[in-house]
């Protein structure tokens, strides 16, 4: 028998080859986390305690390029690939804060893209590009959740304008947004009901339009959630994106997308977690010796790390197929809610290694864990998220 012992080979867990990401992309992430280094890092905790981030934040993401880059050059941005999105999003996701402008870039601002008239692409993308103007969308109603087809709020024509009456609620960006993506109902009976739903542009400041209560949420403090009341507002006919009637399908249309976006920052929250929960473990002592050494640290690190591998694989295939512009709705359905979901449960494992310092501010995984709990809420709830699995195997 052979007395050579083979060397072990140290797995980088964080460490992740992905080969779609080319030279481009990593100058790209480079820059990203150089600014957000000096122009997020050291204000975080001035952001959560004021419960908001500063519009200047997001105008310094725009003049540096940061935002918006897959906007074609006629409209002031780079015409850049999916995979500078994805890098947004991970580094927004990382730092823990302005995820929002990942949000207005990735998910809100290509509605615009797709389904905007040649003038109001014109009018507003560049602006996206620039940091003058964020985007925020307006869904949600109170009493509805995620029953889009019987919101309530409404949009009558009224000669070259419409009248919009109705409420929203958890509205992200509120406070910052210059314009609003807004679901109404223009022809309340349409049947099925969600024929009968549009999308209408709404510039901050128009007529009859106000926000509401500033509303008081369980975590992430530094983005901004309100309510929105149209009283009245007057907005113009041209401000209808697309067609009317067409809203709902509008919004189905753009999920892959959105939901793969929202699995991606989840995934880089997770790894954050762990990755900080290692070196603690590894530097706190107990009873004469680093936590890190009790097996059931282990075994939970073990597991976390596992699930951690595998989402990463899954999650890394299907951003390469949406790269590709396949279509893997129902696979990207499924990482949106496994992926948010192991990343909750993660939160509480990771807080019960720190013990009682968990619990303490101090620490980032007090904020992750706050943060992390809405993840498998918004976007699609994880019960939504396995419906359309069920429907598209046929069931």
């Given amino acids: 028998m052979s007395n050579t012992i083979a060397k072990q080979v140290k797995f980088d867990l964080f460490k992740r080859e992905r080969p779609f990401l080319t030279h481009e992309h990593e100058l790209f992430r480079n820059s990203l986390q150089k600014f957000l280094e000096k122009e997020a890092l050291p204000y975080i905790e001035k952001w959560e305690e004021e419960k908001y981030t500063p519009r200047e934040f997001y105008e310094k993401m725009g003049h540096n390029g940061f935002l918006c880059p897959q906007i074609q050059p006629e409209y002031g941005g780079l015409g850049l690939d999916f995979g500078f999105n994805m890098i947004l999003a991970e580094e927004l996701n990382r730092v823990g804060v302005g995820t929002l402008a990942s949000t207005s870039s990735s998910i809100i601002v290509p509605y615009l893209e797709r389904f905007g008239t040649e003038e109001q692409k014109k009018k507003y993308l560049p602006k996206c590009v620039s940091g003058e103007i964020t985007t925020a969308v307006a869904m949600t109603e109170p009493g509805i959740g995620?029953?889009?087809?019987?919101?309530?709020?409404?949009?009558?024509?009224?000669?070259?304008?419409?009248?919009?009456?109705?409420?929203?609620?958890?509205i992200s960006n509120g406070l910052n947004a210059g314009l609003f993506f807004v679901a109404v109902k223009t022809d309340p009976k349409a049947t099925p009901a969600r024929k009968g739903m549009s999308i209408i542009l709404v510039e901050?400041?128009?007529?009859?339009?106000?926000?509401?209560?500033?509303l008081k949420k369980l975590g992430q403090h530094s983005t901004d959630t309100v309510e929105?009341?149209?009283?009245?507002?007057?907005?113009?006919?041209?401000?209808?994106?697309?067609?009317?009637?067409?809203?709902?399908?509008?919004?189905?249309?753009?999920?892959?997308?959105?939901?793969?976006?929202?699995?991606?920052?989840?995934?880089?929250?997770?790894?954050?977690?762990?990755?900080?929960?290692?070196?603690?473990?590894?530097e706190r002592h107990a009873f004469g010796k680093p936590i890190s050494s009790f097996q059931n640290t282990q075994f939970e690190i073990a597991e976390m790390a596992t699930e951690l591998s595998m989402a990463q694989t899954f999650?890394?295939?299907?951003?390469?197929?949406?790269?590709?512009?396949?279509?893997?709705?129902?696979?990207?359905?499924?990482?949106k809610w496994f992926i948010t979901e192991m990343a909750r449960r993660m939160s509480a494992r990771c807080?019960?290694?720190?013990?009682?310092?968990?619990?303490?501010?101090?620490?980032?995984?007090?904020?992750?864990?706050?943060?992390?709990?809405v993840m498998p809420i918004y976007g699609g709830t994880t019960e939504i998220m396995k419906n359309i699995i069920a429907k598209n195997l046929g069931l």
């Fill in 146 to 170: 995620s029953d889009l087809a019987n919101m309530s709020t409404t949009a009558v024509r009224d000669g070259n304008e419409y009248i919009l009456n109705g409420q929203k609620t958890f």
């Fill in 204 to 214: 901050a400041g128009a007529p009859g339009f106000s926000l509401g209560r500033k």
């Fill in 228 to 282: 929105l009341i149209f009283e009245d507002a007057r907005v113009p006919l041209v401000n209808l994106l697309g067609e009317e009637g067409k809203g709902f399908y509008y919004l189905m249309d753009r999920l892959q997308q959105e939901r793969l976006l929202i699995a991606i920052g989840a995934l880089i929250v997770a790894e954050e977690m762990l990755k900080s929960t290692i070196g603690y473990v590894k």
């Fill in 315 to 335: 999650l890394d295939d299907l951003t390469n197929k949406h790269l590709q512009g396949e279509n893997i709705v129902t696979q990207i359905t499924m990482a």
């Fill in 351 to 373: 807080l019960q290694l720190h013990g009682g310092y968990g619990f303490m501010e101090e620490y980032p995984i007090a904020r992750r864990y706050r943060d992390v709990a």
